[in-house]
């Protein structure tokens, strides 16, 4: 405890800096004269008087209690990695790194085999693929719509619009994963299967298109959107993810755009420019690090995502090009599979998956955290 | 061309991408809310339709029979929720005022703030590995004890982070105040700093209750859910969301029917819970505090 207070009570900054806690935080290093020692933001007369005190005791006891407390955060982070590496051992012993690379061959049907609990044939390949086409497809979707809302709200929205709309998006946010996966079963699987869908197979499959671009291996039959039609699948996950992480986005960008500071439209708007060409100058060009970290925050979101995308994927470990067929994502063989694993090989193999997810989000979140971090760090810490 | 009908078409030109832009931004919008309002429209009807007396009073009934409710699901939802808040919220709040009231500006309260925000993207699901690696294989039994952890976890973060924004808005002076009449620190902590942001810290701790009560992937090897009446810590235990969950995957209409009230009822509860917050932080009882 005694060494976070300062060191030498009487030596340098004798009144308490009187700066907004919250700009003391956000600037990183609030009160560094002395280079190379960390000076916390108390009065030097106060800490000399809090080490002293007859107090002195119990707030040791107390400081220690709630350091314990934040520690524990980082034995949560800890305790999970741990049991995730113990209990996947197994699994990592049997397989090694081919776990995520490699397949069998069905003898009977020469098509490949991906993960079969009963013969014990775990090969995780399928999963990464699902998890990766579904968020990619989210994000196609959700990035466009996200800019333009922040871009509505914070630029062009009439001041009556932008409190009940933003509480339109956080209320997006609230609703559960399990409703989304219920809504998307019910509605959103026949709305793509019989409206959507449709329009996409008859443009993709367009002869002239096979024909001429075939050889992308987009179009035809074998292409993105070739084979049976059922609604469920790759696709409908995608949707589904990119409704859910569209408020994500959305709000970290209009945060970080609201960051950039207003002498810069002003002085957009003084060169004779046009609104939007104030947005793409001045707005955008300055927030673009803090929107790719928002964007890559929603990506760790759909990563991760597990109720609804159980729910509309369709749960089977295979690998297609094809949008429409289905699929399995990491969460989503977890959240299925876990509960009724038939052997402990394949709960190893299933916590292998998990250990795979959870150093991937990790890496994911903290990237766009500290891109997040470094654009919005001038400015005050705002409460969500 | 002379350079003034040059000038006129440019202008034109771009006063013409300055609508499509805002046009198109408008356009985002209007497809961001329809779905929101799409589901919430849907839910609203369908869940109306099948609310009544006897899904709050009474248990399933067996599959495939009409009838019978969620009574013993909103129960277990209770007992779960209960059980991570009251660890959840506590250690959240002792690492907020850690961070805010000790630690500021040192190298470990960085380092606290960044493991908090990269576990509150840490995906569910991996919470409810944690959580059946760390008590049901000890255990040997599926309970509602582990369910109340691997949520409680997921509070911890989202409880420190507000906690600390919410302390960080208090004025130093009414800190340096209570230190100046002979108040302990750690009392001072507590009962004047803490007491003065409580309207934050609990607008925080009912945000992160609000995330965990929709959650179902770290119940689902955890909890387990249940058919019957349970209230005890050591056996499987049912959820609403967890219920949702397996009549939404069910065959039969009925279940749906119920899988879309329990639907309505879970998520009037968060959005009341939200709403509340909103009301609160937008009335400015929190001006106290800043």
């Known amino acids: 405890m005694s060494q976070l207070r300062a060191p030498n009570p009487l030596a340098d900054t004798p009144l308490e800096k009187s700066l907004a806690p919250s700009a003391v935080q956000a600037t990183g290093q609030p009160f560094a004269e002395t280079p190379g020692s960390e000076i916390p933001p108390v009065s030097a007369v106060r800490s000399y008087l809090l ?3 007859s107090y002195a005791f119990a707030d040791r006891v107390f400081g220690g209690l709630m350091l314990l407390c934040a520690l524990s955060i980082f034995a949560i982070v800890g305790l999970i ?8 051992r197994p699994s990592w012993h049997a397989f ?4 995520f690379l490699k397949f069998n061959v069905d003898p009977a049907t020469h098509l490949p085999l991906f993960w079969d609990p009963v013969n014990g044939i775990f090969y995780a390949l399928p999963f990464l693929y699902g998890t990766l086409v579904s968020s990619l497809v989210a994000l196609v979707i959700a990035v466009p719509l996200a800019i333009g809302v922040a871009v509505f709200l914070t630029e062009m929205c ?10 339109l998006t956080e209320l997006l946010a609230a609703i559960p994963s399990v409703v989304y996966g219920l809504w998307a079963i019910f509605v ?4 793509l299967r019989e409206q959507v869908n449709p329009i996409l197979i008859a443009i993709f499959n367009q002869p002239i298109l096979v024909k001429t671009l075939g050889w992308t291996g987009l179009f035809g039959d074998n292409g993105l959107f070739g084979g049976v039609n059922l609604g469920l699948g790759l696709l409908a996950a995608g949707v589904i993810l990119s409704i859910m992480i569209l408020p994500i986005i959305a709000s970290l960008t209009r945060e970080v755009m609201s960051a950039v500071p207003n002498s810069q439209r002003e002085a957009a708007l003084a060169l004779g420019a046009t609104r939007w060409e104030m947005i793409r100058m001045a707005v955008l060009r300055n927030a673009r690090i803090g929107i790719v970290g928002s964007v890559i925050l929603g990506l760790g979101r759909a990563l991760g995502e597990t109720m609804a995308v159980a729910m509309v994927i369709g749960n089977s470990p295979e690998i297609h090009r094809s949008l429409l067929s289905m699929g399995h994502s990491m969460a989503s063989v977890i959240a299925n599979e876990f509960s009724e694993a038939t052997s402990d090989m394949h709960r190893s193999a299933l916590i292998e998956v998990g250990l795979a997810l959870f150093l991937v989000t990790i890496l994911v979140n903290a990237c766009a955290r500290l891109l997040v971090w470094a654009v919005t760090r001038g400015t005050p810490a705002r409460v969500q | 061309m002379n350079p003034q ?3 006129r078409t440019r202008s034109a030109w771009r006063t013409l991408v300055d609508h499509t832009a805002t046009g198109l931004a408008i356009l985002a919008t209007l497809l961001v809310v329809a779905p929101l309002i799409a589901i919430f429209g849907y839910l609203v009807y369908k869940g109306a339709s099948s609310l009544n007396l006897a899904f709050f009073t009474q248990i399933p009934k067996p599959e495939g029979e009409v009838g019978g409710g969620m009574a013993n699901a909103i129960v277990g939802s209770a007992v779960v929720l209960a059980v991570a808040s009251f660890f959840g919220i506590p250690i959240g709040i002792g690492g907020g005022i850690y961070l805010a009231e000790f630690g500021r500006g040192t190298r470990l309260a960085n380092a606290v703030r960044f493991t908090a925000d990269v576990l509150n993207g840490v995906p569910s699901i991996v919470m409810g590995i944690a959580a059946f690696s760390l008590i049901v294989v000890p255990m040997h039994h599926y309970s509602a004890l582990a369910g109340g952890v691997a949520l409680g976890i997921m509070m911890i973060p989202t409880v420190t982070r507000t906690t600390e924004e919410m302390l960080l808005m208090v004025p130093n002076s009414v800190r340096e105040a209570a230190l100046g009449l002979g108040v302990p620190n ?3 902590v507590l009962s004047i700093t803490l007491k003065t942001a409580s309207p934050g810290v609990i607008t925080g701790c009912m945000l992160a209750f609000a995330r965990v009560a929709g959650e179902t992937a770290p119940l689902l090897f955890t909890a387990l859910g249940n058919q019957f009446w349970s209230v005890s810590m050591s056996r499987e235990i049912s959820a609403l969301p967890l219920q949702i969950y397996n009549y939404a995957i069910s065959p039969y209409d009925d279940q749906h029917r119920q899988a879309w009230a329990g639907s309505l009822v879970l998520i009037t ?3 009341l819970a939200v709403s509340l917050v909103r009301f609160v932080t937008s009335r400015g009882i929190l001006k106290g505090a800043s």
């Open chain 1, 96 to 99: 090694g790194i081919s776990f």
């Open chain 1, 188 to 191: 959103l699987v026949p709305l």
């Open chain 2, 269 to 271: 509860l968060i959005v």
């Open chain 1, 81 to 88: 990695a741990v049991e995730l590496v113990l209990q996947s």
């Open chain 1, 158 to 167: 009439p001041r009556i619009l932008r409190g009940p709309l933003s509480f």
């Open chain 1, 51 to 53: 080490s002293c005190g």
């Open chain 2, 5 to 7: 009908n040059t000038r």
């Open chain 2, 186 to 188: 750690w009392r001072s």
